[in-house]
């Protein structure tokens, strides 16, 4: 149902080629997953499966890819969607209503579909995905992790036979994982085709039917996942864990660094996300903080950085309590959505000069680049690089291993904790298991209100 046949591809105005001559397939109710370190072109693949290379993103494209055996370059890319659907790493890309239940909605009113059943079809999607209680919600009030379960949502809203998911879990926490694991089984028992792109590998242990591994754009290994258990491969490319374990560290006692005391804070009108909550995060650590979708920690990470005001709550540095502006003065935070934040010409001058730090984390070879020109995982360890060359105090992260591989995973890890012997404090808001585990010193379990 998805067949790439010696597909090798060129961006516009690169001499490089993204791919070179990859050919894979995926059978009818097969799941398969395609990995391997960031930049390596899993993306591109992506691309040339949905049809975006070559009807939106031009470039030199050799080989061909057919969809339920359709030449996708043979028909126009409205006509491949009907039948195959993608989740982007960016969930706002693919979004076009304002409000939630919409954006659910659209699709099949626009086929004229009974608003009865329309009706119906939400609720069972928004039931799964467990987003009922942001139905009435603006896309843009959602955390990154609930537009992207709104995004797949919309997805399967068509049905068709045919999914890529590009890094499908990067914003999701443990259990909304679990949940989309369970999902994928159904739709593969339903006989889907579903290509997985993704650097996170332990949930898949029991969904994936094949592996695909790629390297300098060729696909240099495939097999079964069990391929996966081998030690000497996961290093040779660049992989993350093939399990991850089920214990959490907790904090420790706290002496110096970041405290908040008796927070609260609610949007308008809206139920508090936070009432009389404290917390403090010690300096020299890099501290984990974790939780459900929407729990409020994207929203605690612009309360700690001063972008937000509290309606009550004193923010406390080494005992010196401080306002929003010194906060803002004294913090650097790292956006899940790194296109927001940079902006410079350059990846040299994102940096402000600093060779040395790109060198740190395999960028130097990009330092000429224009920064929305890289990858996902590039474009992440960027932001890192540039909120860290500024020498704040504290450094707040915002889901900062998404669109990491494993060897810059542990790269970003080893980054932050020279960082934290500066005496700052580190502070990772992360669903990342792997991260928390092989990175992290102390961790924080975010709960809702009740």
């Known amino acids: 149902m998805i067949d790439l046949k010696n597909i090798s591809y ?23 997953l395609l990995t391997g370190e960031s930049g390596c072109g899993k993306s591109t693949i992506a691309k040339v499966t949905n049809g975006l290379i070559p009807h939106y993103f031009k470039g030199d494209l050799q080989g061909k890819a057919l969809i339920n055996q359709i030449n996708s370059s043979d028909v126009e890319i409205g006509e491949i969607s009907q039948s195959l659907g993608t989740l982007f790493q960016d969930p706002e890309q693919q979004f076009f209503c304002n409000d939630v239940y919409s954006e659910l909605a659209f699709a099949d009113e626009v086929r004229g579909v009974d608003p009865k059943l329309i009706y119906e079809k939400v609720a069972r999607l928004s039931k799964l995905f467990e987003i009922e209680n942001v139905l009435d919600s603006s896309i843009y009030e959602l955390s990154e992790g609930e537009k992207q379960k709104v995004a797949l949502a919309s997805i399967i809203v068509l049905e068709p036979n045919c999914l890529v998911l590009d890094e499908p879990t990067a914003n999701l926490s443990p259990e909304a994982t679990e949940n989309l694991g369970k999902e994928i089984l159904r739709l593969k028992k339903d006989g889907f085709s579903i290509l997985i792109v993704d650097h996170r590998l332990y949930w898949l242990s029991e969904i994936a039917d094949r592996v695909l591994v ?146 740190r984390l395999r960028l130097n070879n990009f330092s000429q680049r224009h920064p929305q020109s890289l990858s996902g995982g590039q474009k ?53 298991l792997e991260f928390i585990d092989k990175c992290c010193d102390e961790q924080i379990l975010m709960k809702a209100e009740k």
């Open 380 to 432: 992440q360890r960027l932001a890192i690089a540039s909120a860290i060359c500024r020498n704040p105090e504290v450094i707040i992260l915002d889901e900062p291993t998404s669109g990491l591989d494993g060897e810059n995973m542990r790269i970003i890890g080893d980054l932050l904790r020279v960082e934290a012997e500066k005496n700052k404090v580190i502070i990772v808001i992360t669903h990342d």
């Open 214 to 359: 790629m390297k300098n754009g060729e696909v240099v290994m495939e097999g079964a996942f069990s391929i996966l258990e081998s030690r000497n491969l996961r290093t040779k490319y660049g992989l993350r864990e093939y399990c991850v374990p089920s214990h959490h560290k907790s904090n420790a006692t706290f002496s110096s660094g970041l405290e908040v005391r008796n927070l609260s804070f609610g949007y308008g009108k809206k139920p508090r996300i936070f009432t009389n909550y404290s917390v403090s995060m010690q300096a020299g650590k890099v501290t984990a903080i974790r939780g459900a979708n929407g729990v409020g920690k994207t929203t605690f990470s612009r309360l700690l950085t001063g972008l937000l005001k509290a309606n009550t709550g004193v923010f406390l540095l080494d005992r010196q309590e401080l306002s929003p502006n010194m906060l803002l003065s004294k913090t650097s935070l790292v956006l899940q959505n790194m296109d927001h934040q940079l902006y410079s010409r350059t990846v040299i001058e994102e940096v402000e000069g600093n060779m040395e730090l790109l060198k």
């Open 10 to 32: 060129a961006y516009p105005f690169q001499n490089e080629k993204a791919l070179n001559d990859v050919s894979l397939q995926v059978h009818k109710g097969e799941v398969v």
